[in-house]
């Protein structure tokens, strides 16, 4: 092969194109110029109009995961049945001379995330914390914030799991971390814990950027105190450099301290009262849309149900149990185990169908399986365990069906049915409260010995409730009440929670009965005190109770009177006003 050699004929042939290209060039640079910018802006226009494509699927797709985030997601979208829970913001740390206003009204939950950049929203498993959660996600997801909650600004919501964070990763999370890093970690975790696509994320990084997101905490008691801690600092140090945004986390009533020290104002889930337990009634209800009449018979009916179980002590959870129940087949439970037995049955029920296993095998099975969680202290099983505790009651493989176990393990864990998918790859029931009330079954048939070691337990405080329906509470009873309570009387409030469980036969409840009588006519109980034992008392339901309070309209004491007359209302029964008259004159 020749050499490489220059050839200048045809160099100077390229030098001289050269030369008359770069005078084209020059002679026509205006108008390149203008076509330059023309392209640069239908580039811009393009890659907006790309990101708002995008951010629009990613809002539609959390609403619609947000939507599911319930235990009836099957049946009915969250946003249909959801009722806005009472908020009540802590009192601060009195300061000696200074007088605290008292609010008139409690404040909503858009003025709650109007009023705080950094919100912790503490309440009791069951109390609605996690649709609270939902529930925002759906409105700012769909740009409804300002017309359904009163939100002054539409926000970008993102939801995290901070169970499902990677806390080694974060180990080292400080005031010299990166900007552009916190941003990366917080869209990835977002975008994990709803399973959304990696190409939503510049949306996210956009609204981060700009503060004009909604971040959202869930899961908090989840985590181990030390992931508690660091899971605070963490947070704090998101606020903190990323301002402008909006931090909401949900906590516990108890333990979230190191969220106070990183700036988050606590806000409490209040009690509902009886105008929720019909909200909530109506809603249910009006998602299916029956015939006017018997819509207002349904209601009326449910109504009267949901406000006695609310009286009794059942949380927001157990009161959308008793509307689903009431949807499935018209029935109405008493009792707050007893709600979520029913609902059970009726889960597996739906999927029975042909199959060729017997419902009793699998209700003993779940509630073989409630107990292990139970006396685990977990909350998660495998299927090895799904396997073994269907095994157990079964009969022998020679005599079922070759698919029974199959076709059962199927229909404990299809949609909609008693076991989910949890992260880990196990299974879990649709919430924490109800392994707690089959295991209450089952420990009815057992010596009481261990429950007694467990009344200390706050992972058995539900199930101990629970159990005061099925079995007889003298020992529990003994062992409680026999240790110094405290100045709010817990443990006396709780005794009264077990008697308005138990059989109004039960000969246990006159002592319990007997007890909160003498504690709420003791002369140097605080006012606040004395009130709560008042309510405590009338969620008995026990008959005595309105004899009692009648009897102390005419007690010495004002506060004693000014008890009464709070209970009375809460009773508000018409035939009460002349009671009410003689405390007044």
């Not at 018979?297 to 406000?307: G, K, V, W």
């Not at 049955?345 to 292990?372: F, I, K, R, T, Y």
């Amino acid at each position: 092969m020749d050499g490489w050699r220059f050839d200048p004929i045809s160099g100077l042939i390229g030098a001289v194109l050269a030369l008359v290209l770069a005078g084209l060039a020059y002679l026509s640079r205006e108008s390149l110029a203008g076509a330059s910018e023309q392209s640069l802006e239908i580039l811009r226009n393009l890659l907006a109009q790309l990101t708002a494509d995008t951010e629009h699927r990613y809002r539609e797709g959390l609403a619609e995961w947000a939507s599911r985030l319930h235990v009836f997601a099957k049946l009915v979208p969250l946003e249909k049945v959801f009722v806005q829970p009472p908020l009540v913001p802590l009192p601060p740390f009195p300061i000696p001379g200074v007088e605290i206003p008292t609010p008139r009204r409690a404040p909503s939950l858009g003025a709650i995330i109007n009023g705080h950049p950094r919100v912790a929203i503490l309440g009791d498993p069951a109390s609605g914390r996690t649709s609270t959660l939902a529930y925002l996600s759906i409105h700012f997801a769909r740009g409804e914030a300002g017309q359904t909650l009163g939100a002054y600004m539409e926000r970008l919501p993102l939801y995290i799991s901070l169970p499902r964070l990677d806390w080694p990763a974060m180990e080292n999370t400080g005031q010299d971390v990166e900007d552009k890093d916190l941003i990366e970690w917080l869209v990835n975790s977002a975008l994990t814990s709803v399973s959304g696509k990696p190409a939503h994320g510049a949306a996210l990084k956009n609204h981060l950027s700009a503060g004009t997101a909604l971040v959202l905490f869930d899961g908090w008691d989840e985590l181990e105190p030390e992931q508690q801690r660091q899971a605070a600092t963490w947070l704090g140090v998101l606020a903190d450099k990323l301002v402008d945004n909006i931090w909401v986390v949900t906590a516990g009533p108890n333990g979230f301290a190191p969220l106070t020290a990183a700036k988050f104002v606590p806000v409490r889930l209040g009690e509902w009262e009886n105008e929720h337990a019909r909200a909530l009634a109506d809603r249910w209800v009006n998602a299916f849309q029956p015939a006017e009449e018997e819509a207002v018979q349904d209601t009326a009916r449910l109504n009267r149900n949901l406000i006695g179980a609310l009286h009794a002590g059942a949380t927001p959870l157990e009161l959308a149990v008793r509307c689903w129940s009431f949807h499935v087949d018209g029935t109405l439970t008493t009792g707050r185990a007893r709600t979520l037995v029913r609902a059970t049955e009726q889960m597996l029920n739906a999927a029975e169908g042909e199959s060729d296993w017997a419902l009793a095998d699998v209700l003993a099975a779940a509630n073989d399986l409630a107990l292990l969680l139970q006396k685990g202290n977990r909350t998660s099983l495998s299927l090895q365990e799904l396997d073994e505790a269907l095994e157990a009651v079964m009969p022998p493989t020679g005599d079922r069906h070759p698919q029974a176990k199959e076709q059962a393990i199927k229909a404990l864990t299809a949609p909609g049915s008693i076991l989910r998918s949890s992260d880990g790859g196990g299974y879990t029931f649709p919430h924490p409260l109800w392994p707690s009330s089959l295991a209450a079954q089952q420990m009815a048939d057992l010596p009481p010995a261990t429950l007694l070691e467990h009344l200390e337990d706050p992972a058995w405080a539900t199930m101990v409730d629970y159990y005061a329906e099925y079995a007889p509470m003298e020992p529990v009873i003994e062992v409680w009440l026999s240790e110094p309570d405290d100045l709010w009387h817990t443990r006396l409030c709780r005794a009264a929670r077990w008697v308005s469980a138990s059989s109004p036969d039960a000969q246990w409840r006159n002592g319990v009965m007997a007890l909160l009588a003498r504690t709420f006519l003791k002369p140097e109980l605080l006012l606040p005190i004395r009130q709560r034992i008042a309510k405590a008392l009338i969620n008995t339901n026990d008959p005595g109770v309105l004899y009692l309070f009648k009897q102390s309209v005419q007690n010495p004491e004002p506060e004693i009177r000014a008890a009464v007359l709070s209970a009375l209302g809460q009773l508000g029964r018409e035939a009460d006003v002349e009671a009410f008259r003689a405390a007044l004159d």
